[in-house]
């Protein structure tokens, strides 16, 4: 038996609860990992609370990601005792994820842990930096360097958001950081950030083209903010977008991207190829300053999961949440 958030469902409704599962329950696959670490994410919020459809099967143990300790293998890829990590592929959703003591997936969803960190600090970037780092690498291949100009961070004091301006800071990046908590600037100026911009400024409908302002975005907003980002972008500017906390519609034209040739360039963390997901691996042990880490963590126990779902989906959570297991 083992430790695990279990969401439940049948004709009363959703329930969730800390409790102990079987291992006989738990899904198929390849490799069992004994979980070390895991994470609360907004995804994970929407889970527990159940305001949005995102657990496809029920019972189901949510945490989209997990690092920890392989202990049984049938995969060649990967042997006892093998540190790794796991983000996306459905984990949490279709299939059981990493808020327990153990998993099982396919080995194929799994990658080595890189050296440079412990299975806390995998988590403390886990799919959120992770993400970022996508993002990141998306601007680089749409050719956005320092030298182009200001870059902006929307959503910058969450998960993503603080790795993206962590990262774009490093690697010599003039950042400007969107928020709504204007209490946490001093935060994002130690991440980095040059420049605080208040959220009220891009959330209100604008005009089709606005005054060119920034080279390069990563927008983990979407809506409205979406639309005065790409409105607001510079000649062949390019925008990261990778989340939908404003919303999923566009209310945008196309002329910045006829007329001043932008690049939104859509940024996909849960189906990514495995070679794409271990150079951001890879990247992110080089590029992001690992004293930082800390500043953006906040720590909780098994127990606390579940009532910190709603302040998840209330924008009242700073950073990265990480859950060590015990």
């Not at 994410?41 to 300790?69: C, E, H, Q, W």
């Not at 984990?91 to 099982?104: I, P, S, T």
């Not at 998306?138 to 182009?148: C, D, N």
Request: contains cysteine; charged residues 25%; negative net charge.
């Amino acid at each position: 038996m083992f430790k695990a958030v279990l969401i439940e469902k049948d004709e009363a409704g959703q329930r969730v609860s800390l409790t102990e599962v079987s291992e006989d329950q738990l899904p198929e696959g390849d490799v069992t990992v004994r979980v070390e670490c895991s994470t609360m994410n907004y995804k994970d919020g929407l889970a527990i609370t159940g305001k949005s459809p995102v657990v496809r099967k029920f019972p189901m143990v949510p945490g989209i990601d997990f690092a920890g300790t392989v202990e049984a293998s049938d995969n060649p890829d990967f042997k006892v005792g093998d540190k790794v990590v796991l983000n996306g592929w459905g984990v949490g959703e279709a299939h059981w994820g990493g808020l327990a003591q153990k998993a099982r997936v396919k080995g194929d969803w799994l990658i080595p842990l890189v050296p440079e960190f412990t299975p806390e600090q995998a988590m403390a970037i886990g799919t959120a930096g992770y993400t970022a780092m996508l993002c990141v690498m998306a601007l680089e291949k749409g050719g956005v360097t320092p030298e182009k100009g200001e870059v902006l961070v929307t959503g910058a004091a969450g998960g993503v958001g603080s790795v993206a301006v962590a990262v774009l800071a490093k690697l010599g990046y003039d950042v400007a950081a969107v928020t709504g908590r204007v209490s946490e600037g001093e935060y994002l100026t130690k991440l980095g950030a040059k420049r605080i911009i208040d959220r009220a400024e891009l959330s209100a409908p604008g005009k089709p083209l606005m005054k060119e302002q920034w080279a390069g975005a990563v927008d983990v907003v979407g809506g409205q903010m979406l639309a005065n980002v790409c409105a607001s972008m510079k000649y062949r500017g390019v925008v990261a977008a990778c989340g939908l906390a404003g919303g999923f519609g566009l209310p945008a034209t196309v002329m910045p991207f006829i007329l001043r040739g932008v690049t939104l360039a859509g940024v996909d963390s849960v189906m990514c190829p495995k070679a794409d997901r271990i150079e951001a691996w890879l990247r992110l042990a080089k590029d992001l300053d690992p004293a930082l880490l800390e500043s953006m963590v906040q720590r909780l126990t098994m127990d606390e999961v579940i009532p910190t779902a709603e302040k998840i989906l209330a924008g009242e959570v700073r950073g990265r949440v990480i859950v060590p297991i015990k």
